[in-house]
Protein backbone atom coordinates (compact mmCIF):
# COMPACT_ATOMS: atom_id res chain seq x y z
CA UNK A 1 0.00 0.00 0.00
CA UNK A 2 1.16 3.77 -0.78
CA UNK A 3 2.00 5.69 1.92
CA UNK A 4 -0.79 8.15 0.47
CA UNK A 5 -3.88 5.80 0.23
CA UNK A 6 -2.10 4.45 3.92
CA UNK A 7 -2.46 8.25 4.96
CA UNK A 8 -5.79 8.64 3.46
CA UNK A 9 -7.58 5.90 4.95
CA UNK A 10 -5.84 6.03 8.02
CA UNK A 11 -7.66 9.13 8.45
CA UNK A 12 -4.08 11.33 8.82
CA UNK A 13 -4.93 15.00 8.27
CA UNK A 14 -3.96 15.96 4.54
CA UNK A 15 -4.35 19.28 3.19
CA UNK A 16 -3.83 19.38 -0.86
CA UNK A 17 -4.65 21.89 -3.34
CA UNK A 18 -6.30 21.28 -6.82
CA UNK A 19 -3.45 22.37 -10.03
CA UNK A 20 -5.32 23.90 -12.42
CA UNK A 21 -2.62 26.15 -14.65
CA UNK A 22 -1.63 23.35 -17.31
CA UNK A 23 2.17 23.76 -16.80
CA UNK A 24 4.67 21.50 -14.84
CA UNK A 25 6.45 24.84 -13.24
CA UNK A 26 3.25 25.80 -11.93
CA UNK A 27 3.00 22.03 -10.77
CA UNK A 28 6.57 22.34 -9.28
CA UNK A 29 5.95 25.71 -7.33
CA UNK A 30 2.79 24.55 -5.64
CA UNK A 31 4.52 21.07 -4.96
CA UNK A 32 7.42 23.18 -2.93
CA UNK A 33 4.87 24.83 -0.68
CA UNK A 34 4.55 22.61 2.35
CA UNK A 35 1.52 20.54 0.73
CA UNK A 36 0.72 17.37 1.46
CA UNK A 37 -0.92 16.52 -1.78
CA UNK A 38 -2.04 18.02 -5.37
CA UNK A 39 -5.14 17.09 -7.05
CA UNK A 40 -4.82 18.00 -10.92
CA UNK A 41 -8.24 19.13 -12.35
CA UNK A 42 -9.02 17.75 -15.39
CA UNK A 43 -13.16 18.40 -14.85
CA UNK A 44 -12.94 21.99 -14.59
CA UNK A 45 -9.22 23.52 -16.32
CA UNK A 46 -8.58 23.49 -19.80
CA UNK A 47 -5.88 20.72 -19.29
CA UNK A 48 -4.97 18.39 -22.36
CA UNK A 49 -4.50 14.57 -22.00
CA UNK A 50 -1.02 14.70 -22.31
CA UNK A 51 -0.50 17.75 -20.19
CA UNK A 52 -1.79 15.33 -17.35
CA UNK A 53 0.76 13.03 -17.42
CA UNK A 54 3.57 16.26 -17.46
CA UNK A 55 1.80 17.87 -14.56
CA UNK A 56 2.11 13.97 -12.72
CA UNK A 57 5.69 13.54 -13.60
CA UNK A 58 6.67 17.32 -12.12
CA UNK A 59 4.69 16.08 -9.04
CA UNK A 60 6.66 13.13 -8.66
CA UNK A 61 9.76 15.02 -8.97
CA UNK A 62 9.19 16.82 -5.90
CA UNK A 63 7.25 13.35 -4.04
CA UNK A 64 4.26 15.04 -3.88
CA UNK A 65 1.47 12.84 -4.20
CA UNK A 66 -0.67 13.69 -7.58
CA UNK A 67 -4.17 12.63 -7.97
CA UNK A 68 -6.27 13.30 -10.67
CA UNK A 69 -10.12 14.66 -10.80
CA UNK A 70 -11.71 13.55 -14.32
CA UNK A 71 -13.87 14.93 -16.05
CA UNK A 72 -17.19 12.70 -15.47
CA UNK A 73 -17.93 8.85 -14.61
CA UNK A 74 -16.19 7.75 -18.05
CA UNK A 75 -14.32 5.06 -17.29
CA UNK A 76 -11.53 5.70 -20.30
CA UNK A 77 -11.02 9.49 -18.05
CA UNK A 78 -10.15 7.02 -15.00
CA UNK A 79 -7.92 4.68 -17.04
CA UNK A 80 -6.15 7.59 -18.56
CA UNK A 81 -5.33 9.37 -15.41
CA UNK A 82 -3.93 6.07 -13.76
CA UNK A 83 -1.92 5.11 -16.32
CA UNK A 84 -0.41 9.08 -16.08
CA UNK A 85 1.22 7.66 -13.03
CA UNK A 86 -1.87 9.30 -11.01
CA UNK A 87 -2.07 7.59 -7.34
CA UNK A 88 -5.49 8.28 -7.43
CA UNK A 89 -8.86 9.42 -8.90
CA UNK A 90 -11.19 11.85 -7.44
CA UNK A 91 -14.28 11.53 -9.98
CA UNK A 92 -17.30 14.38 -9.51
CA UNK A 93 -20.50 13.84 -9.18
CA UNK A 94 -21.38 10.87 -7.84
CA UNK A 95 -24.87 10.96 -7.44
CA UNK A 96 -25.69 7.15 -6.80
CA UNK A 97 -23.94 3.96 -5.59
CA UNK A 98 -24.54 2.79 -9.04
CA UNK A 99 -21.92 5.69 -10.18
CA UNK A 100 -19.29 5.03 -6.99
CA UNK A 101 -19.46 0.78 -8.36
CA UNK A 102 -18.37 2.31 -11.99
CA UNK A 103 -16.11 4.66 -10.31
CA UNK A 104 -14.29 1.73 -8.22
CA UNK A 105 -14.80 -1.11 -11.16
CA UNK A 106 -12.54 1.48 -13.23
CA UNK A 107 -10.32 2.25 -11.34
CA UNK A 108 -9.05 -1.27 -10.31
CA UNK A 109 -7.60 -4.22 -11.99
CA UNK A 110 -9.59 -7.70 -11.71
CA UNK A 111 -11.20 -9.45 -9.77
CA UNK A 112 -11.73 -6.28 -8.20
CA UNK A 113 -12.65 -4.39 -11.32
CA UNK A 114 -12.16 -4.19 -14.66
CA UNK A 115 -9.21 -1.43 -15.35
CA UNK A 116 -7.85 -2.19 -18.75
CA UNK A 117 -3.78 -3.11 -18.70
CA UNK A 118 -1.68 -1.06 -20.76
CA UNK A 119 2.03 0.04 -21.02
CA UNK A 120 1.63 3.25 -19.79
CA UNK A 121 3.65 5.70 -17.64
CA UNK A 122 2.20 3.97 -14.42
CA UNK A 123 3.62 1.02 -15.72
CA UNK A 124 7.05 1.83 -16.76
CA UNK A 125 5.84 2.12 -20.30
CA UNK A 126 5.62 -2.00 -20.40
CA UNK A 127 8.46 -2.64 -18.67
CA UNK A 128 7.21 -3.17 -15.20
CA UNK A 129 3.28 -3.98 -15.95
CA UNK A 130 3.80 -7.77 -13.78
CA UNK A 131 5.39 -5.15 -10.58
CA UNK A 132 2.61 -2.42 -11.40
CA UNK A 133 -0.42 -5.22 -11.63
CA UNK A 134 0.52 -6.81 -8.07
CA UNK A 135 0.87 -3.52 -6.02
CA UNK A 136 -2.03 -0.88 -7.98
CA UNK A 137 -4.62 -2.26 -6.68
CA UNK A 138 -3.38 -1.21 -3.11
CA UNK A 139 -1.76 2.06 -4.01
CA UNK A 140 -4.58 3.47 -5.70
CA UNK A 141 -7.03 5.78 -3.86
CA UNK A 142 -10.79 6.08 -5.01
CA UNK A 143 -12.67 9.18 -4.33
CA UNK A 144 -16.17 9.86 -5.06
CA UNK A 145 -17.50 13.70 -4.93
CA UNK A 146 -21.07 14.01 -3.68
CA UNK A 147 -22.13 17.45 -5.18
CA UNK A 148 -25.87 17.17 -5.92
CA UNK A 149 -29.31 16.47 -4.29
CA UNK A 150 -29.11 13.02 -5.60
CA UNK A 151 -26.40 12.69 -4.29
CA UNK A 152 -27.32 13.63 -0.80
CA UNK A 153 -30.12 11.91 -0.85
CA UNK A 154 -28.24 8.71 -1.95
CA UNK A 155 -25.49 9.24 0.70
CA UNK A 156 -25.35 6.03 2.88
CA UNK A 157 -25.74 4.01 -0.52
CA UNK A 158 -22.38 5.82 -1.79
CA UNK A 159 -20.62 5.42 1.81
CA UNK A 160 -21.43 1.80 1.63
CA UNK A 161 -19.71 0.95 -1.76
CA UNK A 162 -17.18 -1.37 -1.46
CA UNK A 163 -14.09 -0.10 -2.56
CA UNK A 164 -14.61 3.63 -2.30
CA UNK A 165 -11.61 5.36 0.30
CA UNK A 166 -12.61 9.21 0.51
CA UNK A 167 -15.87 10.63 -0.17
CA UNK A 168 -15.37 14.09 -1.23
CA UNK A 169 -17.76 17.58 -0.66
CA UNK A 170 -17.90 19.69 -3.31
CA UNK A 171 -19.59 22.56 -1.13
CA UNK A 172 -20.16 24.91 -4.24
CA UNK A 173 -22.28 22.65 -6.80
CA UNK A 174 -24.05 20.93 -3.34
CA UNK A 175 -25.04 24.81 -2.41
CA UNK A 176 -26.65 24.93 -6.09
CA UNK A 177 -28.31 21.73 -6.29
CA UNK A 178 -29.75 21.80 -3.18
CA UNK A 179 -30.65 25.77 -3.48
CA UNK A 180 -28.73 26.77 -0.30
CA UNK A 181 -26.77 29.43 -2.15
CA UNK A 182 -25.38 32.74 -0.34
CA UNK A 183 -26.00 34.01 3.16
CA UNK A 184 -29.77 32.77 3.15
CA UNK A 185 -28.85 29.15 2.63
CA UNK A 186 -25.63 29.28 5.14
CA UNK A 187 -27.46 26.73 7.80
CA UNK A 188 -29.12 24.14 5.14
CA UNK A 189 -25.71 23.50 3.21
CA UNK A 190 -23.75 23.35 6.62
CA UNK A 191 -26.58 20.89 7.68
CA UNK A 192 -26.09 18.71 4.32
CA UNK A 193 -22.44 18.73 4.36
CA UNK A 194 -22.47 17.39 8.20
CA UNK A 195 -24.67 14.58 7.06
CA UNK A 196 -22.39 13.65 4.29
CA UNK A 197 -18.93 13.83 5.86
CA UNK A 198 -21.05 11.65 9.25
CA UNK A 199 -22.05 8.90 6.48
CA UNK A 200 -18.68 8.46 5.22
CA UNK A 201 -17.56 7.94 8.83
CA UNK A 202 -19.90 5.66 9.92
CA UNK A 203 -19.42 3.38 7.01
CA UNK A 204 -15.53 3.72 7.44
CA UNK A 205 -14.51 6.14 4.77
CA UNK A 206 -12.41 8.98 4.90
CA UNK A 207 -14.71 12.26 4.53
CA UNK A 208 -12.77 15.23 2.66
CA UNK A 209 -14.08 18.92 1.66
CA UNK A 210 -13.10 21.22 -0.79
CA UNK A 211 -12.58 24.45 1.41
CA UNK A 212 -11.73 28.09 -0.89
CA UNK A 213 -9.85 29.17 2.50
CA UNK A 214 -8.00 28.07 5.19
CA UNK A 215 -10.53 29.20 7.85
CA UNK A 216 -12.65 26.02 7.49
CA UNK A 217 -10.54 23.67 7.81
CA UNK A 218 -11.08 23.50 11.51
CA UNK A 219 -14.76 23.39 11.31
CA UNK A 220 -14.96 20.44 8.91
CA UNK A 221 -12.06 18.44 10.78
CA UNK A 222 -14.57 19.30 14.23
CA UNK A 223 -16.65 16.85 12.33
CA UNK A 224 -14.74 14.22 11.25
CA UNK A 225 -13.13 15.48 8.15
CA UNK A 226 -9.61 14.96 7.28
CA UNK A 227 -8.83 15.06 3.62
CA UNK A 228 -8.91 18.69 2.44
CA UNK A 229 -8.42 20.48 -0.81
CA UNK A 230 -7.88 24.54 -0.07
CA UNK A 231 -8.32 26.34 -3.14
CA UNK A 232 -6.04 25.79 -6.35
CA UNK A 233 -3.37 27.35 -7.84
CA UNK A 234 -5.01 29.69 -9.89
CA UNK A 235 -6.93 30.81 -6.79
CA UNK A 236 -3.88 31.61 -4.83
CA UNK A 237 -1.95 33.20 -7.87
CA UNK A 238 -5.01 35.22 -7.92
CA UNK A 239 -4.97 36.93 -4.35
CA UNK A 240 -1.41 36.84 -4.11
CA UNK A 241 -0.80 39.34 -6.78
CA UNK A 242 -4.31 41.25 -5.66
CA UNK A 243 -2.74 41.44 -1.48
CA UNK A 244 0.25 42.56 -2.98
CA UNK A 245 -0.71 45.06 -5.98
CA UNK A 246 -2.96 46.47 -2.54
CA UNK A 247 0.11 46.53 -0.29
CA UNK A 248 2.46 48.44 -3.09
CA UNK A 249 -0.45 50.97 -3.87
CA UNK A 250 -0.33 51.45 0.35
CA UNK A 251 2.79 52.53 0.04
CA UNK A 252 2.73 55.13 -2.63
CA UNK A 253 -0.30 56.66 -0.34
Known amino acids: MSDFRQKCIGKANLIGSF ?19 LCIDWEHAQISRDMIEAMVRAADVHRVPAMVRVPGHAPEAIQSALDSG ?9 STAEQAEMAVKASRYPPLGGRGVGPGRAAGYGYRIPEYLAAANER ?5 QVETAEGLANIEAIAAVDGVDLVFVGPGDLSVSIDAIGPAGVDKLSEAIGTIIRAAIAHGRTAGIFCASPQTVGRWAALGASFF ?16 CTAARAELA
Request: proline share 4%; no cysteine; hydrophobic share 65%.
Open 140 to 144: IVVAV
Open 229 to 244: VLASDTMFLGAGAAAN
Open 19 to 37: AAIPHAVAVEVMAQSGLDF
Open 86 to 94: AQGVLVPRV
